[in-house]
Every structure is written in C-alpha cells, then in structure tokens.
C-alpha cells in the first residue's frame, strides 16, 4: 500500500536535486559560519553566497547592509518575532512615528484571531509595550470576516497578520 503524505505544511520531502546541493556545500563548508577559523570563513562566503543568490532572485539589494537585507533565521517562530518586534524596533527609530503608542503616528497592527502562536503572542507582548493590536475576527467558516477586516483598515495600519495556512 503507497502511503499518502499529508502534513507538507510542517515538513516536506527534500527534492533530490536540492539534496545533492546541499550535501556538497556540507562536505565543503561544514564549519560553523561564526568561526573565525579558516574552516569557519570558508562556511560564512558559502552563506554569504547563497544569501545573494537568494537576495538577486527575489530582486533585492545585494550590497545593502541597510534593513532591506536578507536575513536567515532558525524558523517560523524566529521569523515571526523578528517580524512583528522589528517593526515595534524601527517605528521608535523611525521620524514618521514619534509616538510609537500612537495610531496615527505609528499605525495599529492588525492580527487575526486564528493566527499562530508566535504570532499571537508577540502581538499580545507588543499592545503590552503600548503598541495598538487589533484582531479581525473569524467566521463560523473558519474564513476571516472581510467586513470587520475592513472596518479595521479604516485606521492607519503598519501591518496585517493573517496565516493562509497551519499545520
């Protein structure tokens, strides 16, 4: 009987080609990148590598060391806090907010009542630090109510949190 993989949100089979990429750069880069060791040195130009190649498909800024960069993070979780503190991190270091607590100055953050615990959690910690945190609500469906959402936008907004999918 063939098995029917159904959990691809969590994880996902590597394809072969990515496989055999990936073991090279392990057999020929295989120190930690943090090193400064020769070995360590050589991992990090391999990193650096795969972050501009990474950085020129998705049409970013190579040589920028400006916060547009490309950054590697350990998962979702990482990402998502990163994310959501980061935008906390430049609205206080940015001129356009000089109330970071302030709505029209800063823009509320808007999170759906579905969403991750990485999410949701951050977004509790932020209206904790005074950041405006709306949550849009969910319909019966498990859809998002459309109507509320946009009742929601009607105020300046810095960003909508709304996860497509969960595992």
Same mark, same amino acid.
């Given at each position: 009987? !063939?098995?029917?993989?159904?959990?691809?949100?969590?994880?996902?089979?590597?394809?072969? #080609?990515?496989?055999?990429?990936?073991?090279? %750069?392990?057999?020929?880069?295989?120190? !930690?990148?943090?090193?400064?060791?020769?070995?360590?040195?050589?991992?990090?130009?391999?990193?650096?590598?795969?972050?501009?190649? &990474?950085?020129? &498909?998705?049409?970013?800024?190579?040589?920028?060391? %400006?916060?547009?960069?490309?950054?590697?993070?350990?998962?979702?979780?990482?990402?998502?806090?990163? *994310?959501?503190?980061?935008? #906390?991190?430049?609205? !206080?270091?940015?001129?356009?907010?000089?109330?970071?607590?302030?709505?029209?100055?800063?823009?509320?953050? &808007?999170?759906?009542?579905?969403?991750?615990?990485?999410? *949701?959690?951050?977004?509790?910690?932020?209206?904790?630090?005074?950041?405006?945190?709306? #949550?849009?609500? %969910?319909?019966?469906?498990?859809?998002?109510?459309? #109507?509320?959402? %946009?009742?929601?936008?009607?105020?300046?907004?810095?960003?909508?949190?709304?996860?497509?999918? !969960?595992?």
């Amino acid at each position: 009987m !063939n098995a029917i993989y159904l959990d691809n949100n969590a994880t996902t089979p590597l394809d072969s #080609r990515v496989a055999e990429r990936m073991m090279a %750069a392990w057999q020929a880069s295989y120190a !930690n990148s943090a090193s400064q060791h020769q070995a360590g040195r050589r991992a990090r130009q391999t990193v650096e590598a795969a972050r501009e190649s &990474i950085a020129r &498909i998705l049409g970013g800024n190579v040589d920028s060391l %400006a916060p547009d960069r490309l950054i590697f993070t350990s998962g979702g979780t990482e990402a998502n806090n990163l *994310a959501l503190r980061g935008l #906390r991190s430049f609205a !206080n270091g940015s001129s356009h907010a000089t109330d970071p607590s302030s709505e029209t100055t800063a823009g509320q953050l &808007i999170v759906s009542s579905l969403e991750h615990p990485s999410i *949701a959690q951050t977004a509790d910690w932020l209206a904790s630090q005074g950041e405006t945190v709306r #949550r849009v609500r %969910a319909l019966t469906s498990g859809l998002i109510d459309l #109507r509320h959402l %946009a009742e929601l936008l009607e105020t300046p907004t810095r960003l909508v949190s709304i996860m497509a999918a !969960n595992n």
